[in-house]
């Protein structure tokens, strides 16, 4: 009887191993169990898996942001756009959007289907992945535009015979035909557009169509058909493949934690909260396999079981979260995993001569690598420093005593900004990132540009001198470079107090009288006036926008950020090819003509002021059509006489009424589509320093022809409604001689 419950018991036991040991290894191929979803919820959509956090269902989701709907088609949704794949351990998933599309048809005329996507919510957690989509534009002479709240982005395809190569390729999108941009980091939503004015009734004969696509990379290759069939759109209408990022909420690990209106996501054992700049995720931690979203989702690696990932030549102990390789009785574990017998002590002394011979030749080696790579390092940094014009900078400042100006190392610039921490980054712009940073206790600005071409390359040395003998008060001092690295860093003086964009359109309603805003247009029109007239070449800012014009701890206008600056051209055979600049700002002249003048210039700063008189952004994109522009919504009401519609009511009052009407017709001048019809930087700052002068004066609203000579041979002519700022034509003679 003894001897049967003892055969009985070791049958059980032998019974439940079994169990275990299949169940284990089902565990480790992956086969065991469904998607992980809430009880109760849909784990697949079609042929779609639907993992925790998403959810079919606000009941199955872990908050709105990651609620779908599956229809009775078996399409998986997320608002009106198909999802077609989920990846919770990459962090992505896959949806179909739409394309924009101009195209023009002698019976019907021209049509524009403009696409957009918006995931800019507070609850929403998905962001167009900058790693896996790019922006595409295709067609002949085509300028679109991807607009979202945080970034303006535009792409020109072209096929002008002006050009060296004018024959479109197959596979190939750098210009001709086809142009592909980077997407920016951080996008939620945009809204595509074409320049509707850019092409011409020639070009639509033989390329009826032009796209633009915000698409998977992986997913696009180029095809010359696509210019002149509607084979692009035929085949992704409406299933344009683009891949988004996504996170549990934008908050870091630390405040979700500590948030109440939002469940915090890591809740499985053995999972850790990871973070980056668009919000959090949880992963597994490392020895753990399965889903951190949920409660017991996270479970423990048999290593033991897979011998190619973690191979073990002896015995195999899997533990919790790792594993432990040893070796029988008589034998030890070499270097390479591997138990071999141990050896006699006859061997011993051998052995460890060999085994310090052999360490004493990898160390020569090491350090032999070691070295070369440094010469290596050192011939890489003397090339780019060579490339970038160094030589020549380095010899100009020897024959300049007393220049201001230095020469950084690579080393220096990553102790300034603690190897260019996140935590240091000041800003973002168009033509790179912009840290804090100290060098000798002395607070800086140090800017890392992201790209420069051959041609920048070549002068670049020769500018940067150029650009550091720029001494003006309000204008942001470049204080060196560093020339030793594959794209140059740049170092500015630290200006405190953020920008003109900011103090305008900032959330803390701040008031701001006339005269400051006067005060801190005339002091930038200053200093563009100075890049213009005074410094020798003459600079083109090529940027001028109110998020370039910093403003220091007494609020004293600076003009920043030179990344689109170029120095004037001697001959015609010098233009840009490229339309550069911030949309809502950029000269129409300069958008057909390619051609940066002084006048595009001033056609930005025009917009400037408008944002000062207004306190309104310089394109909305949330606005009407027609109204998106600020320029065009000001020349628009301007012609209707309701100019009152538009100006900030801090700054309508009976006193104003004869500055904001001058400062209006100035702005109006400015923003002339003729470039040679507008101002000069130097007259605009003179026109507003008289301004300024003669608001200082008490007399000024009680004598108005003191007034008047104040302000100059500025008059206005068929003006009506002046109490609601109406003007309907202005004729200015002291700004534009011969005019």
């Given at each position: 009887?003894?001897?049967?419950?003892?055969?009985?018991?070791?049958?059980?036991?032998?019974?439940?191993?079994?169990?275990?040991?299949?169940?284990?290894?089902?565990?480790?191929?992956?086969?065991?169990?469904?998607?992980?979803?809430?009880?109760?919820?849909?784990?697949?959509?079609?042929?779609?898996?639907?993992?925790?956090?998403?959810?079919?269902?606000?009941?199955?989701?872990?908050?709105?942001?990651?609620?779908?709907?599956?229809?009775?088609?078996?399409?998986?949704?997320?608002?009106?756009?198909?999802?077609?794949?989920?990846?919770?351990?990459?962090?992505?998933?896959?949806?179909?959007?739409?394309?924009?599309?101009?195209?023009?048809?002698?019976?019907?005329?021209?049509?524009?289907?403009?696409?957009?996507?918006?995931?800019?919510?507070?609850?929403?957690?998905?962001?167009?992945?900058?790693?896996?989509?790019?922006?595409?534009?295709?067609?002949?002479?085509?300028?679109?535009?991807?607009?979202?709240?945080?970034?303006?982005?535009?792409?020109?395809?072209?096929?002008?015979d002006s050009h060296d190569n004018t024959t479109?390729?197959?596979?190939?999108?750098?210009?001709?035909?086809?142009?592909?941009?980077?997407?920016?980091?951080?996008?939620?939503?945009?809204?595509?557009?074409?320049?509707?004015?850019?092409?011409?009734?020639?070009?639509?004969?033989?390329?009826?169509?032009?796209?633009?696509?915000?698409?998977?990379?992986?997913?696009?290759?180029?095809?010359?058909?696509?210019?002149?069939?509607?084979?692009?759109?035929?085949?992704?209408?409406?299933?344009?493949?683009?891949?988004?990022d996504w996170v549990i909420s934008k908050k870091?690990?630390?405040?979700?934690?500590?948030?109440?209106?939002?469940?915090?996501?890591?809740?499985?054992?053995?999972?850790?909260?990871?973070?980056?700049?668009?919000?959090?995720?949880?992963?597994?931690?490392?020895?753990?396999?399965?889903?951190?979203?949920?409660?017991?989702?996270?479970?423990?690696?048999?290593?033991?079981?897979?011998?190619?990932?973690?191979?073990?030549?002896?015995?195999?102990?899997?533990?919790?979260?790792?594993?432990?390789?040893?070796?029988?009785?008589?034998?030890?574990?070499?270097?390479?995993?591997?138990?071999?017998?141990?050896?006699?002590?006859?061997?011993?002394?051998?052995?460890?001569?060999?085994?310090?011979?052999?360490?004493?030749?990898?160390?020569?080696?090491?350090?032999?690598?070691?070295?070369?790579?440094?010469?290596?390092?050192?011939?890489?940094?003397?090339?780019?420093?060579?490339?970038?014009?160094?030589?020549?900078?380095?010899?100009?400042?020897?024959?300049?005593?007393?220049?201001?100006?230095?020469?950084?190392?690579?080393?220096?610039?990553?102790?300034?900004?603690?190897?260019?921490?996140?935590?240091?980054?000041?800003?973002?712009?168009?033509?790179?990132?912009?840290?804090?940073?100290?060098?000798?206790?002395?607070?800086?600005?140090?800017?890392?540009?992201?790209?420069?071409?051959?041609?920048?390359?070549?002068?670049?040395?020769?500018?940067?001198?150029?650009?550091?003998?720029?001494?003006?008060?309000?204008?942001?001092?470049?204080?060196?470079?560093?020339?030793?690295?594959?794209?140059?860093?740049?170092?500015?003086?630290?200006?405190?107090?953020?920008?003109?964009?900011?103090?305008?359109?900032?959330?803390?309603?701040?008031?701001?009288?006339?005269?400051?805003?006067?005060?801190?247009?005339?002091?930038?029109?200053?200093?563009?006036?100075?890049?213009?007239?005074?410094?020798?070449?003459?600079?083109?800012?090529?940027?001028?926008?109110?998020?370039?014009?910093?403003?220091?701890?007494?609020?004293?206008?600076?003009?920043?950020?030179?990344?689109?600056?170029?120095?004037?051209?001697?001959?015609?055979?010098?233009?840009?090819?490229?339309?550069?600049?911030?949309?809502?700002?950029?000269?129409?002249?300069?958008?057909?003509?390619?051609?940066?003048?002084?006048?595009?210039?001033?056609?930005?700063?025009?917009?400037?002021?408008?944002?000062?008189?207004?306190?309104?952004?310089?394109?909305?994109?949330?606005?009407?059509?027609?109204?998106?522009?600020?320029?065009?919504?000001?020349?628009?009401?301007?012609?209707?006489?309701?100019?009152?519609?538009?100006?900030?009511?801090?700054?309508?009052?009976?006193?104003?009424?004869?500055?904001?009407?001058?400062?209006?017709?100035?702005?109006?001048?400015?923003?002339?589509?003729?470039?040679?019809?507008?101002?000069?930087?130097?007259?605009?700052?003179?026109?507003?320093?008289?301004?300024?002068?003669?608001?200082?004066?008490?007399?000024?609203?009680?004598?108005?022809?003191?007034?008047?000579?104040?302000?100059?041979?500025?008059?206005?002519?068929?003006?009506?409604?002046?109490?609601?700022?109406?003007?309907?034509?202005?004729?200015?003679?002291?700004?534009?001689?011969?005019?």
């Open positions: 009887m003894v001897k049967l419950i003892i055969l009985s018991s070791r049958l059980v036991l032998f019974l439940s191993s079994a169990v275990w040991w299949c169940w284990t290894t089902l565990a480790a191929a992956g086969d065991v169990g469904p998607v992980a979803v809430r009880p109760g919820c849909q784990a697949r959509c079609g042929d779609i898996d639907v993992p925790y956090p998403f959810g079919i269902g606000s009941r199955c989701a872990i908050h709105s942001g990651f609620v779908l709907n599956c229809t009775a088609t078996n399409r998986l949704l997320t608002g009106t756009l198909e999802v077609t794949k989920i990846s919770e351990p990459d962090g992505k998933f896959w949806m179909n959007s739409f394309a924009s599309r101009q195209c023009y048809s002698p019976a019907t005329g021209m049509e524009y289907i403009n696409a957009w996507v918006n995931f800019r919510t507070s609850s929403s957690p998905f962001f167009f992945s900058p790693v896996d989509n790019n922006i595409i534009v295709i067609g002949c002479n085509s300028l679109a535009y991807m607009l979202s709240n945080s970034y303006t982005v535009g792409c020109l395809a072209t096929c002008d479109a390729k197959n596979g190939v999108c750098a210009g001709i035909g086809c142009c592909q941009v980077d997407v920016p980091k951080g996008v939620q939503n945009y809204d595509s557009f074409f320049n509707e004015n850019y092409n011409t009734t020639q070009t639509w004969r033989k390329y009826p169509c032009n796209y633009m696509a915000v698409m998977e990379t992986a997913a696009f290759s180029f095809n010359t058909t696509y210019l002149t069939t509607t084979e692009f759109f035929d085949r992704y209408n409406t299933s344009l493949p683009v891949v988004m870091t690990c630390k405040e979700a934690k500590e948030d109440t209106t939002l469940p915090y996501g890591c809740i499985s054992n053995n999972s850790d909260c990871i973070e980056n700049e668009l919000g959090y995720r949880c992963k597994c931690s490392r020895g753990y396999k399965g889903n951190p979203y949920v409660k017991g989702g996270c479970t423990d690696i048999d290593e033991c079981l897979d011998n190619v990932t973690y191979p073990c030549g002896g015995i195999c102990t899997n533990t919790l979260g790792n594993y432990e390789c040893s070796c029988p009785q008589g034998k030890h574990m070499t270097d390479s995993g591997v138990c071999m017998p141990n050896q006699k002590s006859t061997w011993v002394m051998p052995l460890v001569g060999a085994s310090v011979g052999v360490v004493i030749l990898v160390i020569g080696i090491s350090c032999s690598c070691y070295y070369r790579e440094r010469r290596k390092l050192h011939k890489i940094k003397k090339k780019y420093f060579q490339q970038h014009g160094g030589f020549l900078l380095f010899e100009e400042m020897k024959s300049k005593q007393g220049i201001a100006f230095k020469i950084f190392s690579e080393e220096e610039l990553e102790q300034a900004t603690n190897k260019f921490d996140e935590q240091q980054i000041l800003g973002h712009g168009g033509h790179g990132t912009v840290y804090k940073g100290v060098l000798k206790s002395d607070v800086v600005a140090v800017k890392r540009c992201t790209t420069i071409d051959e041609q920048q390359k070549k002068e670049f040395g020769k500018e940067m001198l150029i650009l550091s003998q720029i001494n003006h008060r309000n204008i942001v001092k470049l204080l060196g470079c560093c020339l030793e690295v594959q794209v140059p860093i740049l170092v500015y003086e630290f200006i405190p107090n953020g920008t003109l964009f900011h103090l305008i359109h900032g959330d803390h309603g701040q008031h701001i009288s006339l005269s400051t805003r006067l005060r801190i247009a005339h002091e930038s029109a200053e200093a563009v006036a100075y890049l213009h007239s005074c410094a020798s070449p003459p600079i083109l800012h090529g940027d001028i926008k109110s998020s370039n014009i910093l403003l220091d701890g007494d609020y004293m206008a600076k003009v920043s950020d030179f990344g689109a600056s170029i120095l004037a051209p001697n001959d015609e055979s010098q233009f840009v090819t490229l339309v550069q600049g911030t949309c809502g700002y950029l000269d129409p002249e300069y958008m057909q003509t390619c051609q940066l003048t002084e006048k595009s210039d001033v056609y930005s700063f025009g917009v400037v002021l408008l944002e000062l008189l207004t306190r309104k952004k310089a394109f909305n994109l949330e606005g009407l059509e027609h109204e998106k522009s600020l320029s065009m919504k000001f020349l628009s009401l301007m012609k209707e006489g309701k100019l009152v519609d538009i100006f900030d009511v801090q700054i309508q009052n009976d006193e104003n009424i004869e500055y904001i009407q001058e400062t209006a017709a100035l702005a109006r001048q400015c923003l002339e589509m003729c470039g040679e019809n507008r101002p000069t930087m130097k007259e605009v700052a003179e026109k507003l320093d008289r301004l300024r002068k003669a608001m200082q004066h008490p007399w000024a609203h009680q004598n108005p022809e003191e007034l008047d000579s104040l302000l100059g041979d500025w008059s206005a002519e068929g003006v009506v409604n002046t109490g609601n700022f109406s003007i309907e034509k202005e004729v200015v003679t002291g700004l534009k001689s011969g005019r």
